[in-house]
């Protein structure tokens, strides 16, 4: 029986270590992101945000072929930004 029970608390304690890690790395990766989007939401022009907003609340999934920062009027149809390669 103690053979068991020592056998449960390492395995236990092996798997608390391996989340400890993986929570100190997600910790890591949101601060990260955190800070890009506050540079990103400071490099947007207020058309773009608006325009960022509205796709929000539609619903729609925000156009990923619009490099960061990039100034486009919010009538321009993304598709003719999708040529260009940044």
Do not use: C, W
């Amino acid at each position: 029986m103690d053979l068991v029970k020592s056998h449960l608390m390492y395995a236990v304690r092996e798997e608390v270590e391996v989340l400890k890690e993986q929570i100190k790395e997600l910790i890591e990766k949101n601060s990260q992101l955190e800070q890009e989007n506050s540079l990103l939401k400071t490099l947007a022009s207020p058309e773009q945000l608006a325009q960022f907003q509205a796709q929000l609340q539609t619903g729609s999934p925000p156009a990923s072929s619009q490099p960061p920062g990039a100034s486009q009027p919010p009538a321009q149809p993304v598709s003719q930004a999708s040529g260009s390669t940044a």
